[in-house]
């Protein structure tokens, strides 16, 4: 015989409270699992920890997951209504771009102390990287010696990529006048949005009228005045002409996300438009979670789609989305010359496993692939049919794809298209060709495992 307790209906509700919350949360797993741009094996992996551990699963979805960002896009997209309405809308035509590739990384760190001294009006820097060390703090020096000047000097920050950069860095230039900022810190309360969106864009722009965008961070690691062989191969364009004000758009977007700042603030500035000041192409292309599509994925699968010739990629890392590899295999199937240069071993060991797969498939269909020995090549540039070449931040990878904060360029230029063809020239010169003895060796069991764990977790990373 049952005994009542008046204890009893508070336990029962308290009991199937918690249900209904870990079906709430299975629920919000299922969804934003549905709605993300990931393969598979990623999906799958929801599955279990969903049914087992539905509250954890949710609130990590929550801190990390997801893609977009619906109210940012509206909020970037208002800033992008305000910048046209000012200033027109911004020409492709008119720019000058300069190639910035030695092995050392000099000709980027001497071009950025350049204009950073020729600058008169404002200088804006956004890194995903600044590092405590030599480069980080000579640039550093330079941009206080600029704010005592006078000059307005903005710096944004990842606050995940900069992690390890102690603030006292950047106090000086505070003390100056200078203003810096974090982007997106990894507590939500702080950030907007999902804490594994970082800010991957390297952008600098000097009086809204020149820029220097690429792959490099501000470090060592990455340039120098002389060669090391722990710096990483990679390379930045300095564009001077419209182009620079449609960057300088893109950093005071981010800049007004990360700040909190109303960009009518920022009124003269986006009405500013340099004049021309050569003859190349510039298209520039922001993509990231407070965009409303993909923009830099849909790039791609237009000009491999158009591809009639020829398809050159450089890229740390070759893990894409399963649509834009599809493409990359028909392109090769279909008897265009496609050629791929990746590093022999990245800075992402799990990466590299993860390749694996992608670069056999690649290879099968009857693509070029070539490993670059010296150093880790971390230079990102694709070339369409010797006629336009897509520079920028962005990775070959779902993380850069649809994840990041990213930035490219697509230039239509004979003489940057025969600098950078110089410059992966010289890669492929220093590269050895897909090996049979490394085809064998993925083909192994523990090869095969490797692969399937790598390219599953490959978007986490």
Not at 89 to 104: C, H
Not at 221 to 226: A, F, I, L
Not at 296 to 320: H, M
Request: hydrophobic content about 45%; aromatic content about 8%.
């Amino acid at each position: 015989m049952a005994v009542w307790s008046p204890t009893l209906p508070f336990a029962l509700d308290a009991e199937l409270g918690w249900a209904l919350l870990r079906v709430a949360a299975g629920v919000y797993v299922i969804v934003r699992a549905i709605g993300a741009r990931v393969s598979l094996g990623y999906a799958l992996l929801w599955g279990p920890a969903v049914v087992f551990f539905p509250l954890i699963t949710a609130t990590v979805l929550f801190l990390f997951g997801g893609r977009k960002h619906g109210a940012l896009a509206q909020a970037k997209q208002r800033i992008k209504a305000a910048a046209r309405r000012l200033s027109g809308e911004t020409p492709t035509g008119g720019n000058a771009v300069r190639l910035l590739g030695d092995r050392a990384g000099r000709e980027t760190l001497e071009a950025l102390e350049a204009e950073i001294l020729a600058a008169r009006h404002r200088i804006h820097i956004s890194t995903y990287i600044l590092s405590p060390d030599a480069v980080g703090r000579e640039i550093m020096g330079l941009l206080v010696r600029r704010a005592r000047e006078g000059v307005d000097v903005r710096l944004l920050v990842d606050a995940v990529g900069s992690w390890g950069t102690p603030m006292r860095l950047c106090r000086s230039l505070k003390k100056a006048g200078g203003q810096v900022a974090r982007f997106n810190p990894v507590l939500p309360m702080q950030g907007k949005g999902s804490a594994n969106w970082r800010n991957h864009r390297k952008i600098a722009v000097f009086d809204g009228a020149v820029a220097i965008v690429g792959g490099q961070n501000l470090g060592l690691r990455y340039m120098g005045r002389e060669p090391s062989n722990r710096r990483f191969r990679d390379c930045s364009f300095r564009i001077a002409g419209p182009a620079a004000a449609a960057l300088e758009q893109v950093f005071l977007a981010d800049w007004c996300q990360a700040t909190d700042t109303d960009p009518s603030v920022f009124t003269d500035l986006l009405r500013v438009q340099p004049a021309p000041a050569g003859e190349a192409d510039v298209a520039v292309i922001a993509s990231g979670p407070d965009c409303a599509n993909d923009p830099l994925w849909e790039k791609y699968v237009e000009l491999i789609e158009g591809a009639r010739a020829s398809l050159t990629i450089v890229t740390p890392y070759l893990v894409p989305d399963r649509a834009l590899f599809r493409l990359l295999v028909a392109t090769a199937a279909k008897g265009r010359r496609v050629r791929v240069l990746v590093p022999r071993r990245s800075d992402h060991r799990l990466l590299d496993f993860a390749r694996r797969w992608y670069l056999r498939q690649l290879k099968e269909a009857g693509a070029e692939i070539l490993f670059y020995k010296p150093d880790v090549l971390h230079a990102k540039l694709l070339i369409v049919d010797d006629e336009r070449v897509v520079i920028g931040s962005a990775n070959l990878d779902m993380r850069s794809l649809f994840l990041n904060y990213e930035i490219a360029a697509v230039v239509r230029d004979e003489a940057t298209l025969r600098a950078t063809a110089d410059l992966i020239a010289s890669l492929a010169a220093e590269s050895t060709p897909y090996s049979e003895d490394l085809h064998r060796r993925s083909r192994t069991l523990s090869g095969q495992a490797l692969e399937a764990v790598s390219r599953v977790l490959a978007p986490l990373l």
